[in-house]
């Protein structure tokens, strides 16, 4: 049965207002009615349901009209890939919600709980999300074994080790979006000296440190609009700024 605007928010649990965005920006094209109305047939009910798994997947709208809208788009392997993400998420719930139940045995005396185990939840927790945002280019960019290698050692990182990780991460976007707003020069002391702290925070996962490997990473950063994202959320080219100096950094000598 066709459905209107409503009858779809009201089915799919979403905001009229968001059904005629997306077919605004040509996501979910609705059908119209000789008075005007818009209206969604089956083929528009299965495709919403498609986009909103996506965006359970925290995919961007671009990149799911890009996704669903390429000729080799296949409707069902999508699904079983959904699943997949889906059991990822679950193992990694579980991991957390069993960290939490060992916690509140430990704070009432009942089991001792180590350090490391502590931090073992959140651990496994960064490299699914890891894995479920950047997965598929890291390991076309440097293969299926480096990245299990990576995955492992950080899930065997020490408290201290995993703290010290996420320390030198925070200081770096701060660093970066810093020199940006001031108009640094990325080869002068600040940009140099995140080059430095860039490698260190690659330390606690890369088994082998490459310089060539470090320099096809920050120039990612800038290619993938994900990547570039994360270091843009606040302050646009900081992701250019640490490609840049990286990249300088490399060519005046590495040790």
Not at 95 to 100: D, I, P, Q, R, S
Not at 175 to 194: F, Y
Request: net charge negative; aromatic share 10%; charged share 25%.
């Amino acid at each position: 049965m066709p459905y209107t605007v409503q009858q779809l928010a009201v089915l799919a649990g979403v905001s009229p207002r968001t059904l005629r965005y997306y077919d605004q920006i040509g996501l979910l094209p609705s059908s119209r009615t000789a008075s005007g109305y818009r209206i969604y047939g089956q083929a528009e009910v299965d495709r919403l349901q498609e986009i909103l798994l996506y965006r359970e997947l925290g995919i961007s709208l671009k990149e799911i009209k890009r996704i669903i809208s390429a000729p080799a788009y296949d409707a069902l392997a999508a699904l079983q890939d959904h699943r997949a993400q889906l059991v990822k998420r679950q193992a990694q719930l579980a991991a957390l919600l069993e960290n939490v139940d060992k916690t509140l045995q430990a704070r009432k005396g009942m089991i001792l709980m180590s350090d490391r185990e502590k931090f073992a939840g959140f651990k496994k927790q960064l490299v699914d999300e890891n894995e479920k945002k950047y997965g598929a280019e890291i390991r076309a960019e440097y293969g299926e074994q480096v990245v299990e290698e990576s995955n492992r050692k950080m899930l065997g990182l020490s408290q201290a080790e995993f703290q010290r990780m996420d320390q030198i991460d925070q200081e770096i976007k701060g660093s970066l979006e810093e020199a940006v707003r001031a108009g640094e020069d990325p080869g002068g002391e600040r940009g140099q000296k995140i080059a430095l702290l860039h490698k260190e925070w690659l330390g606690f996962t890369w088994p082998e440190y490459s310089p060539q490997g470090h320099a096809g990473l920050v120039q990612m950063y800038v290619d993938d609009e994900r990547f570039r994202a994360y270091y843009d959320q606040n302050v646009p080219g900081c992701a250019e700024f640490l490609r840049q100096a990286v990249l300088i950094w490399l060519n005046g000598g590495f040790n």
